[in-house]
């Protein structure tokens, strides 16, 4: 009970925050009386990854002469916190919003409501609600299939050229469409394309590095034998690497991981990591913003925008492009 009761003081805490966050950015100004106001509401503001989308956003604003609150949960797990911050932000009557949803099923009814009173892009995430006026995103089905494509070429590699064995998939959590898509992706090409891939475990998380850690630690160690593991986002990544990395399985164990930050680029340097599924992050942010400002003005905008998804491995982490990807501004 004091659990819960901890839990609900918490979510109550954050949609204060964000309530007074929310009444400072749409209170108007002598300097920015006039200017139009889009937020944009991420799942975590404290990770790399969406500290990234909300760069991109930040420079969409300057470049557009728009007000960008920047707004989210502090985990991707506190879905009513997110919730209670779209409400608010509808709320403050801005020209749209823009918002990754943390989890499909909850946020399509709270987006269908808040379609009716303004513009709502969806970037990264999708949400079960056809109110999106626009949708930016990775393929996150292809992103998956990239991933078992890149696993399927490291244990190749380690292999002698032979692709068979046991493979395991970690989703960080359940429910998230982006995650679902890509654990679907994943599966699918390894059926598709590679029958000499057998699919030993098929795990959820709870969206921390530590679970990630521990789940795959009793997957090594229930199964010796294990040529790779598909870790779908950072965090997931960076606690299976940590995994491998303790146990001494660099270069025997694959591994493919979801997004970069710091961290997973020094798994991937020393051979702790065999490929991170890179997205564009930045032009989700950037791009969300511009399109939500279009959209409000009445003009057409794309129903559905593929921002992209790209193996990155040791061997061309390197090139212009993808160097661009792993080390975006975020000033």
Not at 32 to 51: E, G, L, M, N, R
Not at 93 to 122: C, F, M, S
Not at 130 to 140: H, M, V
Not at 229 to 245: C, E, T
């Amino acid at each position: 009970m004091k659990f819960v009761k901890s839990m609900l003081s918490r979510r109550t805490f954050a949609a204060l925050v964000a309530a007074s966050m929310l009444a400072g950015a749409f209170q108007p100004g002598p300097a920015a009386a006039a200017d139009t106001t889009i937020p944009i509401i991420v799942k975590d503001t404290t990770s790399f990854y969406w500290q990234i989308v909300l760069a991109g956003a930040r420079k969409a604003g300057k470049d557009l002469g728009v007000n960008v609150p920047e707004l989210g949960a502090q985990a991707e797990t506190d879905v009513n916190g997110q919730i209670s911050i779209l409400e608010n932000a509808v709320a403050g009557n801005p020209a749209a919003v823009v918002i990754a949803p943390t989890e499909a099923k909850a946020l399509g009814k709270p987006i269908d409501e808040a379609a009716k009173k303004v513009k709502i892009i969806g970037i990264d995430s999708s949400a079960d609600s056809k109110a999106f006026t626009s949708f930016l995103t990775t393929d996150n089905k292809v992103g998956g299939q990239v991933a078992a494509d890149g696993l399927a070429a490291a244990i190749g590699a380690a292999n002698g050229g032979k692709v068979e064995g046991k493979v395991a998939i970690i989703t960080a959590l359940p429910g998230a469409g982006s995650l679902e898509q890509r654990r679907e992706g994943f599966l699918e090409q390894v059926k598709a394309k590679y029958p000499g891939l057998t699919v030993v475990a098929d795990k959820y998380a709870d969206g921390q590095a530590t679970t990630g850690l521990n789940i795959a630690t009793d997957l090594i160690t229930a199964n010796p034998d294990l040529k790779g593991i598909f870790a779908s986002n950072l965090i997931m990544a960076q606690g299976v690497g940590q995994a491998i990395a303790e146990n001494s399985l660099s270069g025997k164990v694959g591994l493919i991981g979801f997004d970069s930050d710091e961290k997973l680029i020094k798994f991937l340097n020393d051979g702790v990591i065999s490929g991170l599924v890179v997205q564009d992050p930045y032009r989700m942010g950037y791009d969300g913003i511009k399109t939500a400002l279009a959209a409000s003005k009445g003009e057409k905008v794309e129903t559905f925008v593929d921002t992209g998804a790209n193996l990155v491995t040791k061997a061309n982490m390197k090139e212009p492009k993808i160097d661009a990807l792993l080390n975006p501004k975020l000033n």
